[in-house]
């Protein structure tokens, strides 16, 4: 059969849920050797439609064309050994063993078909990394390195295995924009090469810098086909949500007023015992949003914790809310006292996944809040609040009494932020609050940090989107090495400054 270029083709893909269509007689074309972006709002169908592609869910209608052959995977092994590769945008990566052994296992080459030949596995991995232009350590350990690293050894990993199909999930969500440049230069390499790439992304800026098609999802279909030459980012944007939508937060000039949030020589371990905050001072006001950027595992998550009760600090810190010192407090005092939390890892620490949308959305906030009854819950009280943030927040769900393990990750995201944000807390941390969110509700959380420091909140936001922190804060901090860095007020550095900041620090210590 020919081909004619193209090395995918999905045809009428239909893919239900119980009641919920995620996708809806679906049609997608790919050219062998480009860059196709994949992009659409939260629940739109990308994820699901990328899902029957590697077989880890089975279509209800429609086929698949790979190579110019329809094919029927039997499992995601299956689909795998076809050539297709998936690189997720939570890492798949063991981390206490080696760069090497993650990139090998369960695809090992064997001597006589028993042992694992190490030598031949090693040899064929190193052909990858010098044939497509990765510099990655394959001797050190997974825990020992920088994002940056992980997102190539992924890509490594699928490359080894085989991979002529690469589909890339949000793979920029934790990146700088030196790491950002750098991964687009061998997304494109590996077109020039011959390989094609999926590129699943929310950010538009990134789809007119890499990809050579667009195709836009909405509402489980596909909503259109675009050429980035023949667009441009607010009609793409209307395509993606349907209307027209501001790129730019709107942001107006703080009214800081007292000190809410002060930390003092804050130190603080992780789980390993390894000192990863190290001397942090900190002073936040009512009114102000402080921005604090860095490249993953620079001590943010640490500090975090620390500050909202969930991590201990070291003996001799200090850290003061509204006056009171709390270094002692727990985080369900803290959240006695208006402080609300946003966290990075919305599955392990935002939700309970097995528990249903109404039971998540009044975590926290029965503690801060109650209801009527100190006894028993009024299912018609929580309900009330659980519709009312999956009403607000557009959280895409087929009942507040559906599992929050069956949302996509984007709803996840904005259930969380929902559940947090209504509150009126004097003091907000929040990490990541826009991380795999499409445009449209990046707009809708972005006014709404805003207009939560407006009406007097301190807000502390923490994120691996370099643009978010540069659009929101009226103070911008940098997180290198365990310490902090002043970046400026709103404005005043360019992204590549802070970039700087981010890998260098301030060139001393």
Known sequence: MEDNGLILQMRHITKTFGSVIANNDVSVSVRRGTVTALIGENGAGKSTLMNVLTHIHKPDEGDIVLNGKPVRFRNALDAAQHGIGMVYQEFMLY????????????????????????????????????????????????????????????????????????????????LTPQGI??????????????????????????????????????DGTVAGTAVPGRIDEHELAGMMVGRDVMLQARKRPASPAEVVLQARNLRVRDGNGVLRVRGVDLRLRAGEIMGIAGVAGSGQQQLVEALFGLREAERGSEIRLLGEDIVKKSARDRRLRGVGYVPQDRLGTGVSPESSVWENAIMGYHIAHGFRSKVFLDRRETGELARRIVRLYDVKTPGIDNRVKNLSGGNIQKLVVGREFIQKNRLLIIEDPTRGIDVGAVEFIWEQIMLLAEAGAAVLLVSHELNEVMQLADRVAVMYNGLLFDGGRHGELTDRELGLLMTRGAGHE
Not at 103 to 130: N, P, T, Y
Not at 154 to 170: C, F, P, Q, S
Not at 204 to 215: N, P, Y
């Open 95 to 174: 981390r206490d063993l080696t760069v090497l052994e993650n990139i090998i296992l369960g695809f090992e080459r064997k001597k006589g078909g028993i042992f694992i030949d190490e030598i031949q596995s090693r040899r064929a991995v190193e052909a990858i990394c010098e044939r497509y232009h990765f510099n990655i350590p394959l001797n050190e350990k997974i825990n020992d390195l920088p994002v940056s690293l992980l997102q190539q050894v992924e890509i490594v990993k699928v490359l080894y295995r085989g991979a002529e199909l690469l589909i890339l999930d949000e793979p920029t969500s934790v």
């Open 181 to 218: 440049e750098g991964l687009f230069e061998a997304i494109r390499f590996l077109a020039g090469q011959g390989k094609t790439v999926i590129f699943i992304t929310h950010k538009l800026k990134e789809v007119f810098a890499v990809a050579d098609d667009i195709v836009v999802m909405r």
